[in-house]
T-cell receptor
Framework: TQLLEQSPQFLSIQEGENLTVYCNSS?????LQWYRQEPGEGPVLLVT?????EVKKLKRLTFQFGDARKDSSLHITAAQPGDTGLYLC????????????FGTGTLLAVQP | DSGVTQTPKHLITATGQRVTLRCSPR?????VYWYQQSLDQGLQFLIQ???????AKGNILERFSAQQFPDLHSELNLSSLELGDSALYFC?????????????FGAGTRLSVL
């Protein structure tokens, strides 16, 4: 069974602080995606990384895919209350299906 | 708005009953995925359909079944419901089945089994 472990599970920080969320697996994925989910809503895609060692930046968010394509990290600089939500990493097996294996999730609360 | 429509938004029913959840994918998307989100299991893949045919199966119970119709909407049928089936059920759609196709998620159906 493929598992994606995220850490930390919960994070409560003050506005302006930096943070990093980790997503680790023993399995190799063809791509890895990061989603953010808010209460009462479905997950919304933030980024897809497909190449080992790839780094993508989305404004204050920086995503990295591990060289071996088994792990990833999300770094947020100068967090804002609007960043509050559940962050989920998800690995895609690739091939004929794009089904996603989701991580355990990181619940982030940014206090003003 | 992702363009994926799920109905109903909330469903309250009793143990032993059967319910049907409906999903309309984004216009042009051929692939539909169903996921279940619960507090103890997280977000788990159930089943995928592509252009009317089952493409992949995950941790879907035998009491659950799904289908995708010619107009590409999909239904997830849950029968002999148990308390543990209470969860959020999400549908996602993508243009194609494999590759790096982006999945767009609906807002989900919250099922409460009493």
């Amino acid at each position: 069974t493929q598992l994606l472990e995220q850490s930390p599970q919960f994070l409560s920080i003050q506005e302006g602080e930096n943070l990093t969320v980790y997503c680790n697996s023993s399995s190799v994925f063809s791509s890895l995606q990061w989603y953010r989910q808010e209460p009462g809503e479905g997950p919304v895609l933030l980024v897809t990384v497909v190449t080992g060692g790839e780094v993508k930046k989305l404004k204050r968010l920086t995503f990295q895919f591990g060289d071996a394509r088994k792990d990833s990290s999300l770094h947020i600089t100068a967090a804002q209350p609007g960043d509050t939500g559940l962050y989920l990493c998800a690995g895609a097996e690739g091939g004929a299906t794009n089904k996603l294996i989701f991580g355990t999730g990181t619940l982030l609360a940014v206090q003003p | 708005d992702s363009g994926v429509t799920q109905t109903p938004k909330h469903l309250i029913t009793a143990t032993g009953q059967r319910v049907t959840l409906r999903c309309s994918p984004r216009s042009g998307d051929l692939s539909v995925y169903w996921y279940q989100q619960s507090l103890d299991q997280g977000l788990q893949f159930l089943i995928q359909y592509y252009n009317g045919e089952e493409r992949a199966k995950g941790n879907i119970l035998e009491r659950f079944s799904a289908q995708q119709f010619p107009d590409l909407h999909s239904e997830l049928n849950l029968s002999s419901l148990e308390l543990g089936d209470s969860a959020l059920y999400f549908c996602a759609s993508s243009v194609r089945s494999g590759g790096y196709g982006i999945q767009y998620f609906g807002a989900g159906t919250r099922l409460s089994v009493l």
